[in-house]
């Protein structure tokens, strides 16, 4: 790998990944961390290019950042974990989920989409003109390069099919805010399209795990210790 990964560690037990969303890093997911940790070996991870993890060489993709993570469990000696992606990183943890399906244990996929069409218009828009005005001057400006990348992984990406879906093999929860940026019918597209799912819609926006952590920390635990019972039986 090209890179190394900045994460935060805290607890034993199962492995249990947590993958935040566009421009954000591990530390969204603060209050999850404490919580779950009580639990579960938790890593949460600043994907390729967020946080305290450097870009790299390599394509700034959510398909790449599928694979920095793949060469994370490797390097950790992980050879399946619980994986939980909010927003880009519901994305990334759903392409892994279908890409290494052997390598996934239970998966909770939160405010994540197939394409760009998934998200609202009012929320889309201006996302698409900022990554054009960015990428006009992406040649000039550092910073502008940097900005084309992040607003393109939310025009371009993750261009997953939903015929895709069918490959996931975890068990999975897919959560989303009851006013979330995500447009509800797509979230539950993305609900019946995985085998074996359960659909959870929180009150809040797209930002559920940090501004209404009790309640999502909650419904995940709840799904979790579900599953763990459903397999034993």
């Known amino acids: ?7 935060a560690e805290s607890g034993q037990g199962i492995p249990f990944i947590l993958l935040h969303g566009n421009g954000e890093n591990s530390t969204y997911f603060e209050r999850q ?6 639990r579960y070996h938790v890593y949460a991870i600043d994907t390729r290019g967020h946080g305290k993890t450097p870009r790299g060489s390599r394509p700034f993709t959510i398909r790449q950042f599928a694979e920095d993570l793949l060469g994370f469990m490797d390097g950790h000696r992980i050879a399946k974990a619980h994986l939980l992606g909010f927003s880009d990183g519901g994305n990334i943890a759903m392409i892994f989920a279908i890409k290494h399906p052997d390598r996934v244990n239970r998966l909770i996929l939160n405010g994540a989409n197939l394409n760009a069409g998934g998200v609202k218009r009012t929320v ?97 635990l709840e799904f979790m210790l579900e599953a763990q019972s459903e397999s034993k039986g």
């Open 124 to 220: 889309q828009i201006p996302i698409e003109l900022g990554y054009k005005m960015a990428k006009r001057f992406s040649d000039k400006s550092d910073s502008a390069k940097l900005n084309a990348e992040m607003l393109g992984l939310m025009v371009n990406d993750p261009d997953v099919a939903t015929s895709e879906l069918a490959k996931i093999r975890a068990r999975t929860l897919v959560v989303a805010g009851t006013k979330d940026m995500i447009k509800e019918e797509h979230t539950r597209m993305i609900a019946e399209g995985i085998p074996d799912s359960k659909l959870v819609f929180i009150k809040g926006n797209h930002f559920i795990a940090n501004k209404n952590a009790e309640e999502f920390n909650r419904v995940v």
């Open 1 to 7: 790998m090209d890179i190394r990964h900045f994460y």
């Open 33 to 38: 961390i404490e919580e779950f940790s009580k």
